[in-house]
């Protein structure tokens, strides 16, 4: 396992996301109900994590060989994607500067990516602070699509 980032972002919007370098997609304007209970949207080259908080809140991207094994019991809400990349990221918060943001190589293709999501239910009551983490693993797969393996039944 390799960590490709590990600071805070801010989630204007409630939105962080990954994308490739060269040619990524342009993010998704029209949020389905779907992708909104799923709290991620899959586009060409780019994956967009809703987060609980329009704040500045703890995100961690690491990079796998395979699909990793996480405990389902201690994470709030689990959900996977996918992106295309060229053989580089970026990671930005939704309003960041993009050629401003981190970087980090990764295996050109189709990644698979694993958001976990927890402490969602530790929002203060005006939601402005909070114990929120957001965690993305990647490994090479030839699958797509959303999937969600747990789902966050909370107020967030």
């Not at 981190?102 to 295996?107: D, F, L, S, T, Y």
């Not at 009551?125 to 999937?147: A, F, I, K, M, Q």
Request: glycine share 8%; with cysteine.
């Amino acid at each position: 396992m390799t960590v490709l980032f590990d600071a805070e972002l801010f989630a204007d919007y409630h939105q962080f996301y990954l994308t490739d370098t060269d040619g990524g997609g342009d993010l998704p304007t029209d949020w389905t109900e779907d992708a909104l209970r799923d709290r991620i949207a899959c586009a060409d080259g780019v994956l967009v994590v809703t987060t609980a908080r329009n704040m500045t809140v703890p995100v961690r991207v690491e990079l796998h060989d395979a699909e990793p094994r996480i405990d389902m019991a201690a994470a709030d809400h689990v959900v996977l994607g996918s992106l295309r990349t060229e053989g580089e990221l970026a990671i930005a918060g939704c309003t960041d500067y993009l050629p401003d943001a981190a970087r980090a190589k990764v295996p050109p293709g189709n990644l698979r990516a694993m958001v976990v999501f927890t402490g969602l239910g530790t929002l203060s009551e005006d939601g402005l602070e909070g114990e929120d983490r957001y965690t993305v693993h990647l490994w090479p797969s030839e699958e797509t699509g959303v999937t969600v393996l747990h789902q966050w039944d909370g107020d967030s």
